[in-house]
């Protein structure tokens, strides 16, 4: 078994930059490209990012990469690859195939190759990506499983929730130190705020779940409890208090139990819109960091629920927001020094952070 592996953790496009600073705090040597950070790490580090990665959607592990212009030159390099270390005993193998500028280009015979190397079974299920890019094949096996944005607490959601990789990039990019007052005054599903919860105390997203690595046979001399163990040992006892508001009442109770299977404790209530700048803060400034109403999840005059918010964190308050395309941003009422293009269930949005001088 090799001391370091070759990976590729995906991410949303745009969020590309977080999740490399997420990687290099676990020490891995990764460069950012389009989708996703390619990373060489440590079977210690492959674990700790499943464990610790709050923005990234999974990560892929290289297998093998060679040229092949026909199916006999494809089956060469297949089978140049030391299935039996990787794939459990009669794994069930999810093959997907993408080709692009290649002379082998039928995907359907390529899967057919593929699996023609690896055999069938009905056991453990595996993810493997083959790659076909003008002739040059990427063979790579899916280390995480489900998505990691699946933490496992939020089985419920109001409409058009945000994914909780997104919602953890929110906060993280907001700057915001784990320490201040922090308000989400548009909680939805608590998504933000049970993020924001978990972070400030050091409480790994992936601690109860598990993950298609752990299958894999070369990987059976990791000692994965201990490094379970030690990310346990390291959450903190108590966080700051983090404040979720919402008008739709419904909203604030899914909120409160998304957040008890979570583990953290928010302080939560029902607020109109209007009186959203009556939310308690506390007497040091700190940050709103928010996924307001847009879209599907229009419920209330957009200009007002903006402005509202805005009032909430005035300077030198701290404000990051989920902005939609079209939707009225200026209502904020607070420049906006960056941003971020993404995409928030199929819509084009922005994160927008604001700056801390005064309007």
């Not at 945000?162 to 201040?180: F, H, N, P, Q, Y």
């Not at 163990?229 to 899914?254: K, W």
């Not at 200026?330 to 801390?356: M, Y």
Request: charged share 25%; glycine share 8%.
């Amino acid at each position: 078994m090799s001391a370091r592996i070759d990976t590729f953790t995906v991410c949303q496009p745009g969020l590309e930059p977080i999740t490399h600073d997420e990687l290099l705090k676990l020490g891995a040597k990764c460069r950012v490209t389009h989708g996703g950070v390619i990373a060489s790490l440590t079977w210690s580090q492959l674990a700790l990012a499943h464990l610790q990665l709050r923005t990234a959607t999974r990560v892929l592990v290289r297998l093998a990469r060679f040229d092949a212009t026909n199916f006999n030159e494809l089956g060469i390099g297949l089978r140049r690859i030391n299935w039996h270390e990787w794939l459990p005993t009669d794994a069930d193998v999810d093959v997907r195939v993408a080709s692009s500028a290649s002379r082998l280009y039928h995907t359907d015979a390529i899967e057919e190759r593929v699996r023609e190397v690896i055999g069938e079974g009905d056991g453990a299920p595996q993810r493997l990506s083959v790659r076909i890019d003008h002739n040059l094949v990427t063979v790579s096996l899916d280390a995480s499983g489900e998505a990691l944005y699946m933490r496992g607490w939020r089985t419920e959601a109001v409409a058009a929730p945000i994914r909780e990789t997104l919602a953890a990039a929110l906060v993280l990019w907001s700057g915001w130190d784990g320490k201040a007052p922090f308000v989400d005054p548009c909680c939805g599903s608590g998504t933000v705020a049970i993020e924001a919860a978990m972070w400030a105390r050091r409480m790994a997203p992936g601690r109860n779940r598990s993950f298609a690595f752990e299958e894999w046979p070369c990987a059976e001399s990791v000692e994965w409890r201990k490094l379970w163990a030690a990310v346990d040992a390291d959450v903190r006892p108590a966080g700051p208090v983090v404040h979720a508001s919402d008008i739709d009442d419904e909203a604030v109770q899914i909120t409160q139990r998304n957040a008890e299977r979570a583990g953290v404790v928010l302080e939560t209530r029902v607020v109109d819109a209007a009186v959203r700048a009556n939310e308690p803060r506390g007497p040091k400034p700190g940050w709103v960091v928010t996924n307001p109403p847009y879209g599907a999840r229009v419920g209330g005059n957009l200009k007002e629920i903006y402005a509202a918010v805005g009032r909430l964190a005035e300077s030198p308050w701290r404000l990051a927001v989920v902005g939609a395309q079209g939707t009225p941003t200026s209502s904020f009422g607070r420049h906006w020094e960056d941003s971020i293009p993404t995409r928030n269930g199929g819509v084009p949005v922005r994160l927008l952070k604001a700056t801390t001088s005064e309007r």
